[in-house]
């Protein structure tokens, strides 16, 4: 079972200041999390990761300093397997 997190808990599991989370929270780039009781709410690590996951995925090819890393690791991760053969 994956443990709740509060809001101050998960902004930490994110690396982000309080602000920072509240702001993505309410522009829809983070989930809006779980009500545990009228004035708290929740998230779990697992949901925030796959969030995160999902708008680095969807920056990654339209983002030209993304792409430039994402060519170079491969072209790496490339010459690493040819040497190994």
Partial sequence: MAAWLTQAEAAKHLRLGIRTFRKRVAEGALPKGHQASDR?????AEELDAAVRGINDAAGPSDPIMAAINAANAKAAALRGAQSR
């Fill in 40 to 44: 708290r709410k929740v998230w779990t």
